[in-house]
């Protein structure tokens, strides 16, 4: 199993750009999400899903969009990029259901830097 | 609410001293604890959970519920050990992790 794969690893956006940032999971996960992590910080929850064609926002959803149209996917799409967006985006995956455990499984991750 | 605290955002040892990175938490009922470690530039890791009871890499972390604690520890750090280590646990009836600011541990020659 690759495990939770992002694309790209790198960007540079200019102001006002937009872009979407893919990420796939090949453990049959239920449950995605999408942090972002600014240097020297923890992580913040972009958005989550709990299941194809279902979303929710997390603690930091301004500026991004997600989708969830099959269980492997789910991109996040910058609109209108800002400095405030530059960032490493890390998206994770995990199973919640019988014998679930809350572990949560990690992408490499994206840096993505708006000039 | 729940809430996980780690006090430290950095700390430096030297190569053979112990090392203990401090991990409180707020949480009503019996919460499920881990330790997630991120070497540089790679992706995030589990480390440990409590439940397991399990020593990785050396690391140990024990679940003081009194103090509602879960420092992790290492007797004897190795400069491999440096990294930015996040404490996490789920929200109240919820499948979410909330993570921890994170610590960064430099290891020093």
């Known amino acids: 199993n690759a495990g939770v794969t992002q694309t790209p690893k790198f960007r540079i956006l200019k102001i006002g750009q937009s872009m979407t940032l893919q990420c796939t999971q090949d453990?049959?996960?239920?449950?995605m999400y999408w942090y972002r992590q600014d240097p020297g910080m923890g992580l913040k929850l972009i958005y989550y899903?709990?299941?194809?064609?279902?979303?929710d926002k997390g603690e930091v959803p301004n500026g991004y969009n997600v989708s969830r149209s099959t269980t492997e996917d789910f991109p996040l799409r910058l609109e209108l990029a800002a400095p405030s967006q530059t960032s490493v985006y890390f998206c994770?995956?995990?199973?919640f259901g019988t014998g679930y455990s809350y572990e949560q499984y990690f992408g490499p991750g994206t840096r993505l830097t708006v000039t | 609410a729940q809430r996980v605290t780690q006090p430290e955002k950095l700390l430096s040892v030297f190569k053979g001293a112990p090392v203990e990175l401090k991990c409180n938490y707020s949480?009503?009922?019996?919460?499920?604890l881990f330790w997630y470690v991120q070497y540089s530039r790679q992706r995030l890791q589990l480390l440990l959970r409590?439940?397991s009871r399990e020593s990785i890499k050396g690391f140990t972390a024990d679940l003081n519920k009194g103090e509602t604690s879960f420092h992790l520890k290492k007797p004897f750090a190795q400069e491999e050990d440096s990294a930015m280590y996040y404490c996490?646990?789920?929200?109240?009836?919820?499948?979410?992790?909330?993570f921890g600011a994170g610590t960064t541990v430099t290891v020093r020659a």
């Open positions: 453990m049959n996960h239920n449950y």
């Open positions: 949480y009503s009922g019996s919460p499920e």
């Open positions: 899903s709990v299941g194809a064609g279902i979303t």
């Open positions: 994770a995956s995990s199973y």
């Open positions: 996490a646990l789920p929200f109240a009836n919820d499948y979410k992790l909330s």
């Open positions: 409590h439940i």
